[in-house]
């Protein structure tokens, strides 16, 4: 007979234990892999990712980008150089076990940053690939966007430079690494099917390898606003701001290729200005064209 009072005295505790216990799985998953067990329901619970609540994962991922977010503003304001895991802690104001639960370390933070701005140049891409023009018009808008995309958010040319040299990929986890690559090939494609159509088409000759004129695109791209941005000062760097490097780039390496119309029967000019206006426009607003 004691036992239903008893229930009823003990429910209250118990529910507080049960969700004192459950606070812990939410908040410790700073302590990915560890265990809490709630001592009484004899439950252990895991903050592995599979282990997670739908509540508690997008908790993980809120986190993650505000502490992405933060990493952000310090390469801005710092430099990459100066960004280490002591400063996106003490700026962040999150515990230094919960920052390294998410990054193994500095470059695994980076490479994150770099996983953000692929997923932003796939998006612009998708963009620039619904430009309605000759397969060597959409070619120009691809570069475009990269373009675009570089300007708006320079931390990822920074973070992009690092995260190509092999003593970088060595610091970061396997799973990161993944996303990368997997991202670097996405996007490939996505330029690989405009230069197929172009083959397709004939505005490429019957020899050339769809893939070769593609990594061509890209290195040079890559290259052009990389160094255009941050590899010369002075002069050199005054004469780059008089031109459209960018499209001189593409042109070059286009007509090299014999991608056809060539600049001479085609006011590429316009169709930069096109993309600009027809594609870009509403991230332009904050962005000038360059």
């Known amino acids: 007979m004691w036992m239903p009072v008893f229930r009823a005295l003990l429910e209250p505790a118990m529910n507080a ?18 265990g809490v067990r709630c001592p009484l329901k004899q439950k252990t619970l ?8 739908a509540r508690q994962q997008e908790k993980w991922e809120k986190r993650e980008q505000f502490l992405l977010d933060t990493a952000q503003q310090l390469i801005e304001i710092e430099g990459l150089v100066n960004f280490n895991m002591d400063r996106l802690v003490k700026v962040s104001g999150v515990s230094k076990g919960t920052v390294y639960n998410h990054f193994s370390g500095k470059e695994d933070c980076q490479a994150a940053l770099c996983i953000r701005g692929w997923e932003a140049v796939k998006s612009l891409f998708e963009q620039a690939l619904s430009f309605e023009g000759h397969p060597r018009e959409v070619v120009v808008a691809a570069h475009f966007a990269y373009r675009l995309h570089l300007q708006r958010f320079p931390v ?10 092999p003593a970088f990929a060595e610091k970061v986890t396997a799973e990161r690494a993944q996303q990368m690559k997997e991202l670097d090939d996405e996007i490939f494609e996505m330029l690989y ?9 004939g505005a490429l000759p019957n020899e050339t390898q769809e893939s070769i004129v593609t990594f061509l695109n890209w290195s040079m791209s890559y290259g ?14 005054a004469q780059f701001d008089s031109v459209n490097i960018a499209l001189l780039g593409v042109n070059t390496v286009l007509d090299g290729i014999g991608m056809t119309p060539l600049s001479r029967d085609w006011d590429y000019e316009k169709t930069w200005q096109r993309v600009a206006d027809e594609v870009f426009a509403e991230q332009l607003e904050t962005t000038p064209p360059k």
């Open 46 to 53: 895991m903050f592995s990712v599979a282990g997670r609540t």
């Open 17 to 34: 234990v049960e969700r004192w216990c459950n606070s812990q799985a939410d908040d410790a998953l700073a302590l990915e892999g560890a």
């Open 156 to 165: 990822f040319s920074a973070t992009l430079m690092t995260a190509r040299t």
């Open 193 to 201: 099917r405009v230069v197929a159509r172009a083959k397709v088409e």
């Open 224 to 237: 052009v606003n990389m160094l255009a941005r941050t590899g010369f000062d002075g002069q050199t760097r």
